[in-house]
């Protein structure tokens, strides 16, 4: 692109107008629609967030005026001092201690494995994503229907079943959700897998395989820091799946049961905002979780990029 | 040696392992009653649609498909529309803001959804009065951030003198998208178009707060209703369910079982890689 184009629609603007709307203005255009979205979907609903959850802020009819005073900590000291939101919290931590190191180790094995070149690879791999791409409330359903008091899963243990059954057993049914989201989610992350794979170096492994090294070696000292940032992105995503945990303790546990054994803090933050219409405690709920997820998204950063 | 067919054999009992709960999914909707016993998952006859007829009875299969349909159609329309223009103004024009847009798609991907429920349920329900409506389904998923995402990194990785060329011809940038660019793009709408089907198609929480009118209410939440409160009633309310959950279940799956080939590491990869 120079003076010497043509003059065109799309030629570079001098001077001021350039400096100030870029090279090529119609690009603010073609963002427009999408920066609005993001605008009013994201980055005006977070800031409302914030600032609920600051102030004593109810429901009320399109356009009353009505005092929302602000309360500064209060509905955090509520959320905090409420032992069901606490309980929810520990729940999703307990889901994640179990759910997230499942998840790297069987994702990356799987991808591993998948990633040599095998005989029936499009069947497994339609076997390891669809779980992925089909719906929680289907699945669900079926894990219903597993197990349930007289389901398969109890049928085939007998005696050994639990007593009480799975579903609603309060040490079991966390273990229970946190199996069901890595099973329905286990394809996406080998996905990941996979792409990180083929930026490993063929070269490494050849010198390893000169070096006398075995399979399991090889694995431990090429493949695992070879996609080790993929590493750091699979604990990050599966993170925040666990912290958008709904559908499952909502379903599967008939609404976070037994006795909140399962509830996680968006089922509290729908049963405290919107069924009882307290949103203020809710904001307050999601921001403490965004918190946390950051949190844990930084440390895993620390910890696994280190070196 | 031995070592590889363990391996192979692992993955082939894995992949077994997790295809089951679907075989199950179709067993337990075909049978007249569920039969729990390991012999009743390798039923030889017996069976029979009126699970499918039950369930069709209580909350209107069809209409509940076409909401489903209608919802996932309308956060389609918007992906590819106006994320096909966001994506090639963040890959292939300049201008200002270009950074703060790029950062704030890479950020929206970090940021649970389910944090901003209240505050989207307080403009779309309370300041909007979009419930029970279509339009208050759409639009938290309008246009879909991992999509926009793909097709950046698509046309970005399109050679540089394809656009210079054109625009030496003087043809406008939207002329430019339309008839250069967009023609090369069609695997990435159709990886994009995939993934974001799945979102809507799916998606449980936000239409289930939106609508209360069980005639304006996706498959995945008149399910979910049923499931809660209407099952008790049924002859057999396991088969009334599995049946729904087929019905749930099946376009997607064929959708991707189709065009699985788009599915794959390397047509997402430059989208992981960043």
Redesign the interface.
């Known amino acids: 692109m120079g003076r010497t184009a043509t003059p065109g629609p799309a030629d570079p603007p001098h001077g001021r107008l350039g400096a100030l709307l870029g090279r090529q203005p119609v690009g603010i255009l073609f963002a427009a629609p999408y920066a609005v979205f993001l605008a009013a979907i994201f980055a005006y609903p977070l800031g409302l967030a914030l600032w609920i959850s600051f102030h004593d802020y109810f429901f009320a009819a399109p356009g009353a005026q009505v005092e929302r005073p602000f309360v500064g900590l209060e509905n955090y000291r509520a959320v905090l001092s409420d032992p069901q939101v606490r309980r929810s919290f520990l729940n999703v931590t307990e889901f994640l201690l179990i759910n997230v190191p499942l998840t790297v180790l069987l994702a990356l094995l799987l991808a591993s494995a998948l990633n040599t070149a095998i005989r029936g690879r499009t069947f497994l791999r339609v076997a390891y994503y669809v779980p992925y791409v089909t719906a929680g409330v289907a699945l669900v359903a079926v894990w219903l229907f597993l197990f349930n008091r007289d389901g398969m899963v109890n049928q085939l243990l007998g005696p050994l079943a639990p007593d009480p059954s799975w579903l609603i057993n309060s040490r079991l049914a966390m273990p229970v959700i946190a199996l069901f989201v890595t099973w329905k989610q286990m394809g996406f992350f080998i996905l990941l897998y996979l792409a990180a794979l083929q930026n490993v170096p063929k070269e490494l492994y050849e010198s390893a395989q000169v070096d006398g090294a075995g399979r399991v070696a090889s694995f431990r000292n090429v493949t695992v820091p070879g996609v080790r940032p993929a590493t750091t992105l699979v604990v990050i995503v599966a993170t925040i799946t666990g912290a958008n945990l709904f559908t499952e303790p909502y379903l599967l546990t008939s609404g976070g049961g037994p006795n909140g054994a399962s509830a996680s803090p968006v089922l509290v933050m729908y049963q405290r905002g919107i069924e009882q219409g307290n949103p203020d405690v809710a904001a307050a709920i999601g921001v403490l979780l965004v918190l946390g997820v950051l949190l844990i998204s930084l440390a895993s950063r620390r910890l696994l990029e280190r070196d | 040696m031995a070592?590889r067919w363990l391996?192979?054999t692992?993955?082939?009992l894995?992949?077994?392992l997790?295809?089951f709960?679907?075989y199950?999914?179709v067993i337990?909707s075909l049978q007249k009653d569920?039969d729990?016993?390991?012999a009743?998952?390798f039923p030889t006859g017996g069976f029979t649609l009126d699970n499918y007829a039950a369930i069709n009875a209580r909350i209107d299969l069809l209409g509940s498909l076409v909401n489903s349909g209608i919802v996932t159609g309308g956060v389609l329309l918007g992906t590819v529309v106006?994320?096909v223009?966001?994506g090639?103004?963040?890959a292939r024009?300049?201008?200002?803001?270009?950074g703060a847009?790029f950062a704030?798609?890479l950020?929206?991907q970090?940021?649970?959804?389910?944090?901003?429920?209240?505050?989207?349920?307080?403009?779309i329900v309370?300041?909007?009065?979009l419930a029970d409506s279509y339009l208050g389904m759409i639009?938290?998923f309008?246009?879909n951030?991992t999509a926009?995402f793909i097709f950046r990194q698509f046309f970005l990785a399109l050679p540089e003198e394809l656009f210079?060329a054109a625009?030496?011809d003087?043809?406008?940038?939207?002329r430019?998208?339309w008839s250069v660019a967009l023609p090369l793009a069609r695997p990435a709408l159709l990886t994009a178009s995939l993934l974001t089907f799945?979102g809507p198609?799916?998606e449980?929480?936000w239409p289930f707060?939106v609508t209360k009118d069980a005639d304006l209410q996706p498959l995945?939440v008149s399910?979910?209703n049923y499931?809660?409160t209407g099952a008790g009633r049924a002859a057999n309310p396991?088969g009334a369910?599995?049946a729904?959950?087929?019905v749930?279940?099946m376009p997607?799956?064929a959708l991707?079982?189709a065009f699985?080939k788009h599915?794959?590491?390397?047509d997402?990869?430059s989208g992981?890689?960043g």
């Open positions: 070592i391996q192979r692992a993955l082939f894995g992949a077994l997790f295809l709960p679907f199950y999914m337990g569920p729990t016993s390991l009743g998952a106006f994320g223009l966001a090639y103004a963040l024009l300049h201008f200002r803001g270009q847009l704030a798609m950020l929206v970090i940021v649970p959804f389910q944090l901003l429920i209240i505050p989207i349920y307080v403009l309370r300041s909007y009065g639009i938290p309008a246009i951030s926009v210079s625009r030496l003087g043809a406008s940038e939207l430019i998208l799945i198609w799916n449980f929480l707060l995945a399910l979910a499931i809660n396991f369910i599995l729904g959950a087929v749930l279940a997607a799956v991707f079982v699985q599915f794959t590491a390397s997402l990869g992981v890689k």
